[in-house]
C-alpha cells in the first residue's frame, strides 16, 4: 500500500471523504465515504501531524504520481528521493465554491484562510483572495448572523487547535458587524476586515503553539511576538498588498493609541486600529490555551468595557455588548435551575439572551437541549462558564435549527 501525506487544511467540516484517511502506518483514521460531522473529530484529524492516503485512491493522486516521476527524470534524481518530489493536491482551498451547510461553508472559510496564510510568500494575486474572503464572511453574516457567531465563538471557545486562523476569522467577522456603529465606509470596513484576517500572518506558526503550550514564551517567542506587526506589515507588502490603510492597521494593532475622547473625532487610520484591538484583545480572553482556561463572556465583557482607572465606559466594547450581549452565541451559562447551558442568541436585553439546556443540573447531557428565554425569573442566569470546562459535545446541525430566524421582540440585530 503506497501513501502520500495530505495538508490537513483541506479537511472541512461536513465535508464527505473521496477517499480513506490514514495514519504514518496505514490505519484507517476514518473510511472513505464517511463524513467528518463534528468539530471534534475535525479537529483530532487536524492536530495529528501527518494523515496519509493511498496514492491510487484518487485521480488526483495518480496525476500528482506522474508528475513527480516527471519532475524526478528531469532532475535526474535518484529515485530514492521519488517522495520529496511527490505533492497531492486534493483541493485547491482557494478555488471551492461555497456549498452545503452554514457550518461547512464558515469551515470552508477557514480552510482557504489557513492555506493563504500559510502560502503568503508563493501565493498570486494574495490581495485579491483576501478581500474575496471578505465578500464570503460578508454573505455568511448577511444570510444568518446569529447563527453564524454561534458557530463562530462556539469553536474559538472550547478547541485549541488551529487557534490562529480561527482567532482572525473571528475578529474579522466582528469588526464587520461593528463597521456600522462607527459609520465607517465601503473602503475602510473591507480595509479592516483584511487587516483582521492577515494581522498574525508573521506568527501563526508561533500562535498556534502557544495555544498548546503550557509554559510561558521564552526569550526567542517573545521577541517574536513583539515583532510581529513590523513584519506582518512587510509580509504582506512583499505579498504585493497595495491597500495602505490595510497594511498601517496591521503595523500598529499592538500599538499603545490615544486620541480624542470620541473615537469618531479620531483619524481613519487609529479609529479603524483601535476597533481591531478591543475586538483582538476580546476573543483573545475568551479562547483556551494548554496553559490556562479562557474567561468566562463576562469577565471577557469586563475587560474591554470597563478597563481599571478608566470612569467612561470603551466604545467598541459598549458596541460588542450591545450586538453580542453579555454572553455571546456559543459561550455557556449555568441557569439558577441548575442546568448548565450554550447561549444561542442575544435576548431584548443584553444580559438575558436566549440559551438551550445541554446538561441538567447533575452535569448530566440532555438528549434534546431545550430553548429557555432567560428573562424569566426561574431560568435566569446564575453565572457565566468558562466554556472550556464544560464537558459536552453539541451536534451543531440541531442547535443551529433551535436557533430563532427573527430577534426578540424590541432589539434589531
Known amino acids: 500500500m503506497d501513501l502520500i501525506e495530505i495538508r490537513q487544511n483541506l479537511l472541512l467540516l461536513g465535508m464527505a471523504l473521496e477517499f480513506t484517511l490514514r495514519d504514518e502506518k496505514g490505519a484507517v483514521l476514518l473510511a472513505k465515504g464517511h463524513r467528518i460531522e463534528t468539530l471534534q473529530q475535525l479537529d483530532g484529524l487536524r492536530s495529528r501531524k501527518k494523515i496519509f492516503v493511498e496514492i491510487d485512491e484518487s485521480e488526483e493522486g495518480i496525476r500528482a504520481m506522474m508528475a513527480g516521476i516527471t519532475t524526478l527524470n528531469k532532475l535526474g534524481a535518484p529515485i530514492k528521493d521519488f517522495s520529496k518530489h511527490l505533492q497531492l493536491n486534493i483541493s485547491d482551498p482557494n478555488s471551492v465554491k461555497l456549498t452545503g451547510p452554514l457550518s461547512e ?44 457567531q454561534f458557530l463562530l465563538f462556539n469553536r474559538a471557545v472550547t478547541h485549541f487547535s488551529g487557534y490562529s486562523v480561527m482567532h482572525s476569522l473571528l475578529c474579522a467577522s466582528l469588526v464587520h458587524l461593528l463597521s456600522p456603529f462607527f459609520a465607517l465606509t465601503e473602503d475602510e470596513r473591507k480595509s479592516l476586515v483584511c487587516a483582521a484576517l492577515t494581522m498574525n500572518v508573521a506568527m501563526t506558526r508561533l500562535q498556534d503553539a502557544l495555544a498548546l503550550q503550557k509554559m510561558e514564551p521564552n526569550a526567542a517567542q517573545r521577541s517574536e511576538i513583539n515583532s510581529h506587526a513590523a513584519l506582518g506589515r512587510q509580509t504582506l507588502v512583499d505579498a504585493k498588498v497595495t491597500d495602505e490603510q490595510w497594511l498601517e492597521i496591521v503595523a500598529l494593532h499592538h500599538t499603545p493609541l490615544e486620541g480624542p475622547e470620541t473615537l469618531a473625532d479620531w483619524p481613519p487610520v487609529q479609529r479603524m486600529t483601535k476597533i481591531l484591538q478591543t475586538v483582538d484583545r476580546y476573543t483573545a480572553a475568551m479562547s483556551p490555551r494548554k496553559s490556562r482556561s479562557g474567561r468566562s463572556a463576562r469577565d471577557s465583557v469586563l475587560s474591554v468595557v470597563m478597563k481599571p482607572g478608566v470612569v467612561k465606559h470603551d466604545e467598541v466594547g459598549t ?38 439546556s445541554v446538561l441538567n443540573r447533575n452535569d448530566e447531557p440532555i438528549s434534546e437541549p431545550r430553548l429557555h428565554d432567560t428573562s424569566r425569573e426561574k431560568l435566569s442566569i446564575q453565572n457565566t462558564l468558562v466554556a472550556s470546562e464544560v464537558r459536552v459535545n453539541l451536534k451543531l446541525e440541531q442547535m443551529l435549527r433551535l436557533i430563532p430566524k427573527q430577534s426578540p421582540q424590541g432589539f434589531a440585530f
Open 105 to 148: 461553508r464558515w469551515g470552508e472559510v477557514e480552510s482557504k484562510l489557513a492555506g493563504l496564510l500559510a502560502s503568503v510568500s508563493s501565493t498570486s494575486d494574495f490581495e485579491a483572495k483576501v478581500q474575496q474572503l471578505d465578500t464570503y464572511i460578508q454573505a455568511l453574516l448577511t444570510e444568518n448572523s446569529p447563527a453564524s
Open 319 to 356: 458596541a460588542l455588548v450591545r450586538i453580542l450581549g453579555v454572553s455571546p452565541a456559543g459561550t455557556y451559562v449555568k441557569l439558577v435551575n441548575g442546568e448548565t447551558a450554550v447561549v444561542i442568541r442575544r435576548g431584548i436585553k443584553p444580559g438575558e439572551p436566549l440559551v438551550a
